[in-house]
């Protein structure tokens, strides 16, 4: 695609339940990376993925959260028995093999009510 | 961790003031990146730096790399309305991981 698609935009989640955030990277990126973002706050890096081989998994908060690229494209954040401090903007970014530029998706604004 | 401290974090100036923003580590760095984020938007790259003492420019910003490669800074000459937004500095572990710092958040009076 032309630039990395997150889906959905938005979710709105009771607590307790399980959420998959998608992420469609940029065709040919290697490299896929997720973060959460608060208001006001740098991006703060939860995993990232060369191609399907998860490299670093250090920023996720805690065993609820998991991620996947099975193939080596699209990935899928999971959260399972969400709580409502998981509510926050959950941003997925691609790259080039090597140190290049990422570039970020629209991000997917997740609420847990 | 790595991790990089940006000061200041808010900073508002009138229309046509100069602006800077600083990035400093505690380790040396092999790389830096810099990134916007408009309000409402997602960041988007800038620009890299990876030599020591780079500077390099885009237009009214210009960008510096410390000379020994643990600090970096982002100067914008005579600001307008649209600069307004977060700047991110960001950059490469050794794990390849990209980190980013807290950024600072730019208000300009017209």
């Known amino acids: 695609g032309a630039g990395v698609s997150q889906s959905p935009r938005y979710k709105v989640t009771k607590r307790g339940q399980d959420v998959a955030l998608r992420c469609d990277p940029i065709?040919?990126?290697?490299?896929l990376y997720w973060y959460r973002q608060a208001l006001g706050q740098g991006p703060e890096f939860l995993t990232y993925f060369n191609y399907e081989a998860q490299q670093d998994k250090s920023g996720l908060p805690n065993d609820r959260f998991s991620a996947e690229r099975p193939e080596g494209s699209i990935s899928t954040l999971t959260i399972q028995r969400t709580e409502q401090r998981d509510s926050a903007m959950y941003r997925c970014a691609s790259s080039r093999q090597g140190i290049t530029e990422a570039f970020f998706g629209q991000g997917t604004r997740l609420t847990v009510v | 961790g790595q991790q990089v401290m940006q000061i200041p974090q808010y900073q508002h100036v009138q229309e046509g003031e100069d602006f800077t923003t600083y990035c400093n580590s505690s380790t040396t760095l092999s790389n830096i990146q810099w990134y916007k984020q408009r309000p409402g938007g997602h960041p988007v790259f800038l620009i890299q730096l990876v030599k020591s003492g780079e500077v390099k420019k885009q237009k009214r910003l210009t960008f510096q790399f410390g000379e020994a490669k643990k600090n970096s800074s982002l100067h914008i000459t005579a600001t307008q309305t649209t600069d307004v937004g977060t700047y991110f500095c960001?950059?490469?572990?050794?794990?390849?991981?990209?980190?980013f710092g807290q950024g600072t958040t730019l208000q300009v009076k017209p």
């Open positions: 065709s040919g990126h290697v490299s």
């Open positions: 960001a950059l490469s572990s050794n794990t390849g991981k990209l980190i």
